[in-house]
């Protein structure tokens, strides 16, 4: 009896076993449908406080939304005071007698709000459902009578108003002319005198009278502009002339757009004499095509320059400085490294300015010098340079030089220049230095093994610095960035957010105050106004998520296991399906982006879902993990660890942290393991495929860069690696090899599905194609899906995409076929209104 009753025990703990590791075989179609784009805007709000700092103090406003409506606040950080801006039910009641349509306390919308006159009067406009008829003189002379007729169609009223913040007055104002909006060609001078632009290639000016006239009228006969420069020429102008990646223009627009107005990028000096600019002749770079199939009404060819890895037909860089008071410009000796790239800093803007008009583009200096950099083509030598403008003569501040590539952040200014702070990963950290204005090093600020971000403000009067960093606190992940302040001589070091949160920090132009957005991707985001000192002031906002949370959403998970070598921290996060159930065992997907410049794991809560939590309801366990040669804010050891091995770097850690985490958690399957990612996640899962064929069955791969010499030279000669190689007779030249997918197509084994954008101009979609030749060659099966008319990130079809890519992973990990065999995406269709029209979004 005692036999029979032990082997009954013995049966039902084999059962429980064998129940606590069913497989999960049926998708969830509705779980993921539950948490689309659209109805995520419904349930998610604010997540983050963006302060508008006022000029005449320290208060600053803001705007923050919840499932209440949207409030405005102001603060004020001295008296530790945050008082709502204006009571919303009785500045919808005052608008509405005005305007005439009903506004109330949870729906008022207010656009363009700026104070105005001191600081106890704001300015706003309220869109009204009014139709109004404008004659718009810029139209008309622009495209004639058919330009009048298409200006006289009606358009929504706008109603401007001010508000006094003392009295509660509001006040319309019926004949106020909206300040026209800065057109992208202008580029205005520190003074306002002077407006700067590009035509024919070359650099044009204009005064301030014509500028206005432009402002009305672009076409008006009557504007009087001037050439700066006469020599450009199509592929070596002074502006972008629609020859570069990314520009978008078909070759017609591009015919049609050369004698209009175009944007250069000058940088001035604060007096407004003199600006600088950079002119790159790429008269020599080789073109690149895309056609897009589903323009109108004809197909369109779209030709643009693109420098490909390895060859040597180059961009050269030249540095002009344009003398304004006597109209002239002259070429800056620059030299130092054959196809060196060069680049100019801007100043810094005053965050008290973000809501003025327009901000000058002021370069980073003073009206005597101006500061650039230089940078060799294999990326291991860059010069910090600055150029005195009355002698035209650049000189090398601080001269890096490494093994693998350099990067590089905007120095500080002290002082006017006399001293400035540099960035550096010199000793395998970076850290901040203090050099005096000659160059010549005064000493590192900050040190040990830890990785500094940003610098957040400086102090020149206490000589202070306040910065970001990551690492520094024990026991924390080492991607969570906070706030600190220093010394310039090093000394006095102090943390000035804690928390085991990922910090984001804003600072005042008077470094007194801060605010700091914090969260985790397992924390609901808050927001909290520090002093300098890293004393609280205030706490402002915690996001509502609670629709969310009603909705069914749960947080991931984080976790760290080890790499490959068994030695090396790994960080990551888990997302589960909502309905987890503890007693069955799931597939696992990966979502990869190999780097180097990032790694795609979120350390904060954020709204992209997609790819990670929308994807976990349909019946996965879905994790994302850093890897060796991924984050740039670790050691240098971590981020240069790919270099040279651009295609597997990354991959052994992806399998070895996987299987960890089997071993961990029984809940996951470790024998149905799939993979995605876009752009270079899109390449490495691919080469996941083919590199551990036994191990990942099942990729999407989207608009994957699978052949990287004919993709674009800076992510593949930086982070690979280009040799430089001087031959006897002095001539320099560039060797690049470099390990592609197509290469090994021999090796799938498992389903994969290829996708890309017909038009993208960034990833070329011969990448993907050759990848489906290779394929076809190989005797593969696999499939492809080409998105008509879409670019690098998908736009319009990213939704399409989405399912495409569930139906994928359901069928082949899962066994769940339902999705391929039904013709229609329901859920994308239950989205549309009954118009026709797409559906979500609120009202402003």
Same mark, same amino acid.
């Given at each position: 009896?005692?036999?029979?009753? +032990? ?16 497989? $999960? ?23 983050? $406080? ?15 939304? @919840? @499932? ?9 950080? $001295? ?31 207010? %656009? ?118 006469? !020599? ?99 070429? &800056? ?5 054959? !196809? ?9 803007? *005053? ?5 003025? %008009? ?38 090398? +501040? ?28 010199? %000793? ?116 509502? &998520? ?13 976790? *760290?296991? *080890? ?15 909502? =309905? ?11 979502? $990869?982006?190999?780097?180097? #410049? ?61 299987? #960890? +985490? ?44 699978? =052949? ?31 390990? *592609? ?19 993208? /101009? ?12 290779? +394929?076809?060659?190989? /005797? ?6 080409? &998105? ?57």
């Amino acid at each position: 009896m005692r036999k029979f009753m +032990l082997l009954s025990v013995c049966m039902l703990f084999a059962f429980a076993t064998i129940a606590q590791q069913t497989p $999960v075989t049926k998708a969830n179609y509705a779980l993921a449908a539950r948490f689309s784009p659209k109805k995520l805007g419904k349930m998610i709000f604010s997540t983050s $406080v963006d302060p508008h700092w006022l000029k005449n103090s320290d208060k600053f406003w803001y705007m923050y939304e @919840t @499932t209440e409506g949207k409030k405005w606040y102001i603060v004020d950080p $001295v008296k530790g005071e945050k008082k709502v801006l204006f009571d919303n039910a009785d500045l919808a009641a005052k608008i509405t007698r005005v305007v005439k349509d009903p506004f109330d306390a949870q729906n008022l919308g207010l %656009d363009s709000m700026r104070f105005v006159r001191d600081e106890n009067w704001i300015q706003f406009e309220v869109k009204s459902t009014q139709d109004e008829v404008k004659k718009d003189s810029a139209t008309t002379g622009r495209r004639g009578a058919a330009g009048a007729a298409a200006a006289s169609s009606p358009a929504k009223k706008v109603f401007y108003f001010e508000y006094n913040l003392t009295t509660g007055e509001l006040i319309e104002l019926p004949d106020f002319k909206k300040p026209k909006r800065k057109p992208n060609w202008a580029n205005i001078s520190p003074d306002g005198n002077v407006i700067v632009f590009g035509k024919n290639y070359n650099v044009y000016w204009m005064d301030k009278v014509n500028y206005e006239k432009a402002l009305k009228n672009e076409n008006d006969s009557t504007i009087e502009e001037y050439a700066l420069t006469k !020599d450009g020429i199509d592929g070596y102008g002074y502006y972008n002339d629609g020859n570069l990646s990314g520009s978008g223009m078909t070759d017609d627009e591009k015919e049609k757009e050369a004698k209009k107005r175009k944007p250069v990028f000058a940088l001035w000096s604060p007096d407004s004499k003199y600006f600088t600019m950079r002119r790159v002749d790429n008269r020599k770079v080789k073109n690149l095509w895309v056609i897009n199939s589903v323009a109108s009404p004809r197909p369109t060819l779209e030709t643009y320059k693109y420098w490909m890895p390895g060859e040597k037909e180059a961009p050269v860089d030249h540095l002009y400085l344009f003398d304004v008071a006597n109209k002239t410009s002259k070429e &800056l000796n620059v030299s130092a490294f054959k !196809d060196q790239t060069l680049g100019t800093w801007a100043a810094p803007a *005053k965050v008290n300015t973000r809501d003025d %008009d327009w901000r000058p583009s002021v370069w980073l200096g003073t009206k005597d010098k101006f500061y650039m950099t230089r940078t060799g083509r294999d990326q291991k030598r860059i010069d910090v340079c600055v150029v005195d403008v009355a002698t035209g003569t650049v000189k090398a +501040l601080v001269e890096e030089r490494f093994n693998s590539f350099i990067e590089v952040n905007q120095i500080a200014l002290v002082n006017g220049g006399k001293e400035f702070i540099h960035w550096s990963e010199r %000793d395998g950290w970076a850290h901040f230095y203090l050099y005096d204005e000659n160059g010549k090093l005064k000493n590192q600020i900050t040190t040990g093994a830890f990785h500094c971000e940003d610098i957040l403000g400086v102090d020149e009067a206490k000589r202070v610095l306040y910065f970001s960093a990551n690492g520094k606190e024990a026991g924390e992940d080492p991607y969570y960035l906070h706030a600190y302040r220093i010394n310039f001589d090093g000394t006095g070091m102090k943390l000035l957010n804690a928390g085991d949160f990922d910090h984001a920090m804003r600072m005042n132009d008077g470094n007194s105050f801060f605010i700091d957005n914090y969260s985790r991707v397992n924390t609901v985001p808050k927001s909290v106004l520090y002093n300098a000192e890293g004393k609280k002031v205030l706490d402002l906002e915690t996001a509502d &998520l609670s629709s969310l949370f009603a909705a069914g959403y749960k947080f991931p998970e984080i976790f *760290k296991a *080890k790499a490959d070598d068994g030695i090396t921290d790994i960080y990551g996060t888990i997302y589960k399906p909502f =309905d987890f159930d503890s007693t069955k065992k799931y597939p696992l997907i990966e979502y $990869v982006y190999p780097g180097p #410049q990032t790694e795609a794991v979120n350390k904060a809560f954020s709204r992209g879902f997609d790819r990670t939590d929308r994807l976990a309801q349909m019946g996965f366990i879905v994790i994302t993990l850093g890897n060796r040669g991924g984050h740039p804010a670790r050691s240098k050891w971590y981020h240069n660890f790919g270099y040279g091995n651009l295609r597997d770097y990354g991959l052994a850690d992806k399998k070895a942290v996987a299987e #960890q +985490l089997a071993d961990r958690y029984k809940y996951i399957d470790i024998n149905r393991v799939g993979i995605h990612g876009h752009s270079g996640g899109g390449f490495m899962s691919t080469a996941a495929m083919l590199v551990y064929p036994d191990f990942f069955k099942v990729a999407v791969s989207s608009a994957g860069n699978h =052949d990287n010499s004919v993709y674009n030279r800076w992510w593949s000669e930086q982070h690979h690696g280009v040799k430089e190689v001087i031959s006897d007779k002095g001539d320099t030249s560039f060797l690049y090899s470099i390990e *592609k997918n197509p290469d090994i197509a021999k090796n799938l084994k498992g389903k994969l599905m290829l996708s890309h954008g017909d038009i993208d /101009n960034n990833v070329h979609p011969a990448n993907t194609i050759r990848m489906a030749n290779a +394929l076809i060659r190989a /005797n593969k099966r696999f499939d492809l899906v080409v &998105l008509p008319g879409q670019r690098h990130g998908y736009g319009d079809m990213t939704e399409y995409f989405f399912w495409r890519q569930a139906d994928y992973f359901a069928e082949h990990l899962l066994g769940d076929k339902t999705g391929r065999t039904e013709t229609d995406i329901e859920e994308m269709n239950k989205e549309v209104e009954q118009n026709g029209r797409a559906g979500g979004g609120r009202r402003n």
